[in-house]
DNA sequence: ACCCTGACTTGACCTAGATCAAAGCCGATT
DNA sequence: AATCGGCTTTGATCTAGGTCAAGTCAGGGT
């Protein structure tokens, strides 16, 4: 992805147009954004925000993924959230946040100001509803995920974890879940409160398993998606009964 | 509490007026408010909502305990939050909720009818500001709770859970710390991602360390409030230096 | 007073996953 | 093409906390 692309690209042609913080905006409303609207990159591995520190911009993010962070005091980590394209970063009346936000990949961020945007959330509802809509399905996310930290087995977390992956990057349209792996063995540990080595082992027991198949690391598709659903240990059917 | 006591209290001598949703409402809107709201009790033990159902009412709790949680199929169950006087159920925009929220002890709720609350929050800037304000609390309590579920070990987790009872408890006048123990050792685990008998053994163990007293089951206080602090794993010191 | 009953404690044992340790693998660098 | 340095895999061992199984305790009802 390349930044000076995506500096010059008008928010009607952006790819989270109608899934970001700006999704229910009209086309007015988004005539001013894409006004006062940066964009910004980070290389893989840089800290977006740290935790504490004064959030000068709020963001969107349009390309890569970035990962949501909070560390104990002997450095025990466990990533708290994960944001991929058009995931928002920053909160309606907070100057700060509780954890870090570091790119996992290269990531490329649609940036306004904290200032004028909170100025604009006042006069724009469309802007401020969808904002807490938002925020809305992170609580829901949030609690989903203590579930699978209190309660699930490995086996179950690394399942979860995947489908969440197919959930999340499977486009309507396509139907063939061939998917990247966004991070390392050590940051899904982390997402999911294990330690690299057993997440390690339990990929290799999927493959074993015939649930999924690697053609590199970073690259692997779902060749049992009812056998990965099993897996997960949550109410597996969506209402299919045989 | 009498229900019918409560049945009778005035908005302005409401014990929760200034922490609640209502917390920014002005006397007029109060006024409004006051006309709507209807008491409901719940026995302890009994739910008040089962995750799916239709939101008839949202409510804030106004005295007792009542806990949210989730279940995987096989009956595994974890907390995913405890709601204590001032804590509200029900969010914008949505008309179920996806955990079931059960009366700990007995409950009395403020509630009000869905359809005319929502109406109301439209035209009431302040209800709404504040129910946004509520929520990213929560959001960040449930991220400080996937740290504690994620990575904590039994000990710190229930030092953590017992800071929360002291914090949530300690009127900033009083300075004895003397607690009441609002759920059964069985809930305490399922809020901590334990097992109840890993609870008790912790508690006999703080018992042991000289760090709680009980009076009985249900009341205790906290004789060493620095070695809790210590044993909860978090950033100890809140920037007092010796 | 005396059961019940449900909540709690304690002990003995077991296991999932952590920890420690050693290789493999692969892409980047020279 | 050889070296390096991060990842990743795999194996051996350890342990915190789970599981199973007795008790103990306290309060409420008859």
Redesign the pocket.
Known sequence: MNVQLFDRVKCSECPIRHRAVCARCDEDEIAILDKIKAYRTFKAGETIVWRGDDLTHVSSVVAGIATLSKTLDDGRMQMVGLLLPSDFIGRPGRKTLDFDVTAASDVTLCSFERGPFERLLTETPHIAQRLVEMAMDELDAARDWMVLLGRK???EKLATFIEMLVQRSHLPGSDIPKLILPL???EIASYL?????????Q??QFRKDGIVE?T???HFTVTDHAALLEATGDDADGGVIV
């Open positions: 087995t490995a086996r390392t063995r050590e409160g294990l330690t690299l080595e057993t997440v390690s082992r990929f290799t690697f590199d690391r970073r």
